[in-house]
């Protein structure tokens, strides 16, 4: 299949729209990172994105909406709770898990009563549902397994010959994926950290928002997860991470000590590569979330292209905006962790 990048200008939005209700799969710019999108109540257009991007069948999608309106039949209802997060933080980087509606198809929800639904603020794709695009599912739009594309061109190198289109819309703003809390139950859980931080919903929602065990660690063997993209080894580049957590100058003496090896990189916070006896490729400043995020996926990409095989990480707080960073990069370093 010869795939086409196009401009995302009014006829490029337009051409995704066709190819969108007419079945076929498009990558699209969000404000999180690109993504593939199907029409969320089509099977056969559903299937198209998890055969392209090699996709474990039972990780279930999000489903884009462009106003509440459009919810109607894909959730079997909006709860309380949701009501709330959504005129707080919607449009945005926020994803609600609520009770399934009939209209999404199965190949959605992957065998699950719940759906996850979010209303995008990029502009592109307000333009997208004002020209009569349909509720479609999106999962980030690289090679499952490989880290999130937050550009046009890291989709390309990903996805050429899978899908007719690629529209380009510049960088991705948050740069990691949304926020994924569920409403579903009886108290709310965050499954996903994002850009909309757990304080925040918390604020808005006025009671504690517990935190799912699989999103600061490794799932036990046997243990299943809320969420069931957080089992899968994600965002993982080719080199083999480690995440060492100490000051600057405890990270700077271990990483000496292997500094003559060929393939050793850091990564590391603005400013600090000065500091360190290796190449290294940094991801926005220290104690800065919001940058980190920005930044940490075009980092991880940037060292494989770079060839680093031996990569020792900074690490990210815990808490704020950081944890979606810490949470994805745990996962690209398979869960190794060093305490210095
Ligand atoms: O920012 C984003 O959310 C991007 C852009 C394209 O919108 N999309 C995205 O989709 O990150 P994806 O498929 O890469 O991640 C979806 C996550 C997975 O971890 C999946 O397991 C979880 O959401 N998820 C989806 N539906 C769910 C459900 N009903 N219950 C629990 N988790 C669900
Ligand atoms: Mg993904």
Redesign the pocket.
């Given at each position: 299949m010869k795939t086409e990048l196009l401009p995302a200008d009014h006829a490029g939005i337009q051409k995704a729209v066709e190819l969108l209700r007419q079945g076929e799969i498009v990558a699209i710019p969000?404000e999180?990172?690109?993504?593939i999108a199907a029409d969320a109540t089509n099977g056969t257009a559903v299937k198209k994105i998890f055969e392209a991007k090699g996709r474990p069948q039972d990780?279930?999608?999000?489903v884009?909406i462009g106003d509440l309106a459009m919810a109607e039949g894909l959730v079997a209802e909006i709860p309380p709770r949701a009501q709330k997060l959504a005129e707080a933080f919607w449009p945005g980087?926020m994803?609600i898990?609520m009770p399934r509606g009939p209209r999404v198809c199965d190949e959605v929800?992957a065998g699950?009563d719940?759906?996850?639904i979010?209303m995008?603020s990029h502009p592109v794709v307000r333009e997208f549902f004002r020209l009569g695009a349909v509720p479609f599912a999106?999962?980030?739009?690289n090679l499952s397994g490989s880290p999130?594309p937050t550009n046009a061109q890291d989709v390309f190198s990903d996805m050429n010959g899978r899908l007719p289109l690629i529209l380009d819309g510049g960088e991705s703003q948050v740069g990691v994926?949304?926020t994924?809390i569920?409403v579903a139950g009886d108290q709310p859980v965050l499954?996903?950290p994002?850009y909309i931080t757990k304080e925040q919903m918390e604020a808005v929602l006025g009671e504690e928002v517990l935190l799912s065990p699989a999103i600061l660690e490794k799932l036990k063997e046997g243990e299943r997860p809320?969420?069931?993209?957080?089992k899968y080894k994600h965002y993982a580049p080719k080199a083999n991470i480690t995440i060492l957590k100490g000051s600057l100058a405890q990270f700077a003496d271990h990483v000496k000590k292997a500094a003559d090896q060929p393939g050793v990189w850091c990564l590391c916070f603005d400013g600090e590569e000065k500091l360190l006896p290796v190449p290294c490729v940094t991801y926005g400043i220290k104690g800065d979330g919001v940058s980190q995020a920005h930044e940490l996926f075009r980092s991880l990409r940037e060292l494989d292209e770079r060839g680093a095989q031996t990569v020792y990480a900074r690490c990210p707080e815990l808490d704020g905006v950081s944890m979606a960073v810490y949470n994805r990069l745990i996962r690209a370093a398979a869960f190794r962790v060093v305490e210095l």
């Open positions: 969000t999180t990172v690109y993504g990780n279930p999608l999000i884009h980087p994803t898990i929800c699950l719940s759906v996850g979010r995008p999106a999962p980030s739009a999130s994926e949304s994924v569920s499954l996903r994002g809320r969420s069931p993209g957080m």
